[in-house]
């Protein structure tokens, strides 16, 4: 039987949609049955084994999206196996340290006892919705921060540990 994945994501400008796409093809390449899909149109995680949410970070807050998702589903996803990442950074700051998840996503964390969080640079680009983003862009703080390999190699761990824990017969659920 396969692991069912789910990969979540709230994101305004597609920058968060773009990690989370890129996280759902590692989990495929190492067997597991992944979605991507937007959180606001996901409307049973009953199916799933393990699920990734993330969302951008705009003012310092997850994305909307991905906190009404991890509330909307809080009872079933804490029983899973739950992934949590960011992406918002405007600066290499995520690729030189660790940065913390924001209060939504510590919030979400601990609710759903999250295997993990990790958060990514972000990217903003000509174009981005909201006044705020297009301030950004026109004092030149904006363009794109994403590390791929990193995104890759977090991605490959969800897959091992996921592998691995479904190889452990005794355990109850995918939890690492």
Same mark, same amino acid.
């Given at each position: 039987?396969?692991?069912?994945?789910?990969?979540?994501?709230?994101?305004?400008?597609?920058?968060?949609?773009?990690?989370?796409?890129?996280?759902?093809e590692v989990l495929r390449e190492h067997?597991?049955?992944?979605?991507?899909?937007?959180?606001?149109?996901?409307?049973?995680?009953?199916?799933?084994?393990?699920?990734?949410?993330? &969302?951008?970070?705009?003012?310092? =807050?997850?994305?909307?999206?991905?906190?009404?998702? +991890?509330? *909307?589903? /809080?009872? @079933?996803?804490?029983?899973?196996?739950?992934?949590?990442?960011?992406?918002?950074?405007?600066?290499?700051?995520?690729?030189?340290?660790?940065?913390?998840?924001?209060?939504?996503?510590?919030?979400?964390?601990?609710?759903?006892?999250?295997?993990?969080?990790?958060?990514?640079?972000?990217?903003?680009?000509?174009?981005?919705?909201?006044?705020?983003a297009r301030s950004l862009i026109t004092? &030149?703080?904006?363009?794109?921060? =994403?590390?791929?390999?990193?995104?890759?190699?977090? +991605?490959? *761990?969800? /897959?091992? @540990?996921?592998?691995?824990?479904?190889?452990?017969?005794?355990?109850?659920?995918?939890?690492?």
């Open positions: 039987m396969s692991i069912k994945a789910l990969v979540a994501h709230g994101s305004t400008n597609g920058s968060t949609a773009q990690i989370a796409e890129r996280i759902g067997g597991l049955d992944t979605e991507v899909r937007p959180a606001a149109q996901v409307g049973d995680v009953a199916p799933y084994d393990v699920v990734v949410i993330g &969302g951008a970070v705009y003012a310092g =807050r997850w994305h909307r999206d991905a906190r009404r998702f +991890a509330r *909307r589903n /809080a009872d @079933q996803l804490s029983r899973k196996a739950v992934w949590l990442f960011s992406s918002g950074p405007l600066d290499a700051s995520a690729a030189q340290r660790s940065i913390p998840p924001v209060a939504g996503a510590r919030r979400a964390m601990a609710h759903l006892d999250a295997v993990e969080h990790r958060t990514f640079g972000g990217c903003l680009r000509e174009g981005a919705k909201g006044r705020i004092s &030149g703080r904006g363009g794109d921060f =994403r590390d791929f390999d990193s995104v890759t190699a977090w +991605a490959e *761990r969800i /897959a091992t @540990q996921s592998l691995g824990a479904r190889a452990e017969p005794e355990r109850g659920d995918l939890r690492t």
